[in-house]
Nanobody
Framework: DVQLQASGGGLVQAGGSLRLSCAVS????????IAWFRQAPGKEREGIAC????????VYSDSVKGRFTIASDNAKNTVYLQMNSLKSEDTAVYYC????????????????WGQGTLVTVSS
């Protein structure tokens, strides 16, 4: 079974930083794409960053570009999301998702989801 374990959320002041982790098991990590999504209260889930593990290609949403960095540690089967310059509008539950191959995971097409980790940014 594909399993993802997201961690690292918490309470941080605006302007601060957090690093989220997503540990992936149950598939060939080196041939997969892992994405971070988030869902704020009352809003739809949105994709914010994705990395293709075999070539480190990355893509970001405009809302986080320049502030967040996604990185992959293939030896640990883990993807990280470094979040800097956090804003109150970054408050959300953050989820990771994986898709085998080089296509990005989407809300409707993925091979597994993590359980979510809450990030709260106080202003």
């Amino acid at each position: 079974d594909v399993q993802l374990q997201a961690s690292g959320g918490g309470l941080v002041q605006a302007g601060g930083s957090l690093r989220l982790s997503c540990a992936v098991s149950g598939l060939t990590f080196g041939n997969s794409a892992i994405a971070w999504f988030r869902q704020a209260p009352g809003k739809e889930r949105e994709g914010i960053a994705c990395i293709v593990s075999d070539n480190d290609d990355t893509v970001y949403s405009d809302s986080v570009k320049g502030r967040f960095t996604i990185a992959s540690d293939n030896a640990k089967n883990t993807v990280y999301l470094q979040m800097n310059s956090l804003k109150s509008e970054d408050t959300a539950v953050y989820y990771c998702a994986v898709r085998q191959g080089e296509l990005y995971p989407t809300i409707r097409n993925s091979d597994g989801w993590g359980q979510g980790t809450l990030v709260t940014v106080s202003s």
